[in-house]
């Protein structure tokens, strides 16, 4: 089955504990993306990467990092978690991240920072 | 700032009814136009996107777009209570900014029987 898995689906962590989330994708889609999503804010763009060890910075970047090594996974790495950084998080994935690609969510993870 | 508009609602329908959706969008250079659906603690799937000036229909939904007036739409005809959910909209800058989503802050749609 085509899908983007996430995990863990739920943390509850502490601040300034790193923690990685995971993502992979089996449709040898070249474009991922992480989203955080917010009440009232949307969906707004963390990092992307267009192909592997190609990445660049969304809307939202400060306090995250991601890496492309292969391309199925693109993790999702918060190296000191502050409160603010508690939020629902998605990975998506596009065949080729052209203008009509249609983008592919995972199912979530919601992470809590104490 | 690049951004994309919608009223956040709630939207509320009877059964049957046609449900409007509507998202306005302030990058003139945005080429595509997706609309997902999102149900409560659930990801994003998507409905359709649109990306020529007009209307595009796939079953029970159509998209419009009105690139002069920098406007989306989506009707629902013959709503159901199962398309309770939010509704987002979400632009694609294209050129360099291939595969960028830009999001509205979602519409919530009740179809009450």
């Known amino acids: 089955e085509a899908q983007v898995t996430q995990n863990p689906r739920y943390l509850i962590t502490v601040t300034g504990k790193k923690l990685t989330v995971t993502c992979s994708q089996n449709?040898?889609?070249?474009?991922m993306s992480w989203y955080r999503q917010d009440p009232g804010l949307g969906l707004r763009q963390i990092y992307y990467?267009?192909?592997?060890?190609?990445?660049d910075k969304g809307d939202v970047p400060e306090g995250y990092k991601v890496s492309r090594k292969e391309k199925r996974n693109f993790p999702l790495i918060l190296e000191s978690p502050s409160p603010n950084q508690t939020s629902l998080y998605f990975c998506a994935s596009s065949l080729g991240g052209t203008s009509t690609d249609t983008q592919y969510f995972g199912p979530g993870t919601r992470l809590t920072v104490l | 700032q690049k951004e994309v508009e919608q009223n956040s609602g709630p939207l509320s329908v009877p059964e049957g009814a046609i449900a409007s959706l509507n998202c306005t969008y302030s990058d003139r250079g945005s080429q595509s136009f997706f609309w997902y659906r999102q149900y409560s603690g659930k990801s994003p799937e998507l409905i359709m996107f649109?990306?020529?000036?007009g209307d595009k229909e796939d079953g029970r939904f159509t998209a419009q777009l009105n690139k002069a007036s920098q406007y989306v739409s989506l009707l629902i005809r013959d709503s159901q209570p199962s398309d309770s959910a939010t509704y987002l909209c979400?632009?694609?800058?294209?050129?360099?900014?291939?595969?960028?989503?830009?999001f509205g802050q979602g519409t919530i749609l009740t179809v009450h029987p």
């Open positions: 449709m040898n889609h070249e474009y």
């Open positions: 990467s267009m192909n592997v060890e190609v990445t």
């Open positions: 979400a632009a694609n800058a294209g050129g360099t900014s291939y595969g960028k989503l830009t």
């Open positions: 649109i990306y020529s000036n």
